[in-house]
């Protein structure tokens, strides 16, 4: 088994630190971006035996949807975000990717680990309009972990996030519809091999 499991970290546990963007949060959970938009920021860590990190590529489709308080009336019909098709890859920035490689006694790369951190939310356009409130937003998104020189799917991990605000820089709920999304963050399915 190349890929050993996929840790989700949404704030339970310590914030893995090193990664190359500046723009990421200093925390994880809901938070407010500094130009203005909200977000849930999370980190997911995935445990590799016998590959090197350097040869595995992140592969990310996601479909997602803002609602909110149109003022001119043109409001988009919700998607279904559980069933709907996902859109074109989305792959990380690799500035929001840590890659750590373990070494043997004779200093070989015997697997090693890589985070991947994401906060997606809605754009910052809309969040600084008052006129907006309440803003939700709805995601799910499919993480692949590809050996690249192979082409192999060694893990998949699908994840939804769901949340709002009722006021610019308020507090952040889960979203509207407790039925569909219990919660701001969950995990629906993970799969080795594809």
Same mark, same amino acid.
């Given at each position: 088994?190349?890929?050993?499991d996929?840790?989700?970290?949404t704030?339970?546990?310590g914030?893995?630190?090193g990664f190359?963007?500046?723009?990421?949060?200093?925390?994880l959970?809901?938070?407010?971006? =500094?130009?203005?938009g909200f *977000?849930?920021?999370?980190?997911?860590?995935f445990?590799?035996? $016998?590959?090197?990190p350097?040869d595995?590529?992140?592969?990310?489709k996601a479909?997602?949807?803002?609602q909110? %308080?149109?003022?001119? *009336?043109?409001?988009?019909?919700?998607?279904?975000? @559980?069933? $709907?098709?996902?859109g074109m890859?989305?792959?990380?920035?690799e500035?929001?990717?840590?890659?750590? =490689?373990?070494?043997d006694?004779?200093?070989q790369?015997?697997?090693g680990r890589i985070?991947?951190?994401?906060?997606p *939310?809605p754009?910052d356009?809309?969040t600084?309009?008052?006129?907006?409130?309440?803003i939700? @937003?709805? *995601?799910? @998104?499919?993480?692949?972990?590809?050996?690249?020189?192979?082409?192999t799917?060694?893990y998949?991990?699908?994840?939804?996030?769901?949340?709002?605000?009722?006021?610019? %820089?308020?507090?952040?709920t889960h979203? =509207?519809? =407790?039925?569909r999304?219990p919660?701001? @963050? $969950?995990?629906?399915?993970?799969?080795?091999g594809?």
């Amino acid at each position: 088994m190349l890929v050993t499991d996929a840790l989700v970290n949404t704030g339970q546990l310590g914030l893995v630190t090193g990664f190359g963007n500046a723009r990421l949060p200093n925390r994880l959970g809901p938070y407010w971006k =500094a130009e203005g938009g909200f *977000g849930y920021s999370f980190q997911i860590s995935f445990n590799l035996n $016998d590959v090197n990190p350097s040869d595995i590529r992140l592969a990310r489709k996601a479909i997602s949807q803002t609602q909110y %308080q149109d003022p001119t *009336g043109l409001r988009q019909p919700p998607k279904d975000i @559980f069933n $709907d098709p996902l859109g074109m890859e989305d792959s990380p920035n690799e500035g929001n990717v840590k890659r750590e =490689a373990y070494r043997d006694h004779k200093g070989q790369i015997c697997g090693g680990r890589i985070t991947v951190w994401d906060a997606p *939310g809605p754009r910052d356009l809309i969040t600084k309009n008052p006129v907006c409130y309440p803003i939700e @937003f709805r *995601g799910r @998104f499919q993480l692949q972990v590809v050996h690249q020189p192979t082409l192999t799917r060694l893990y998949t991990i699908v994840y939804v996030v769901a949340m709002r605000t009722t006021i610019f %820089q308020g507090a952040i709920t889960h979203s =509207a519809d =407790a039925k569909r999304f219990p919660s701001m @963050f $969950d995990v629906l399915r993970r799969a080795h091999g594809g």
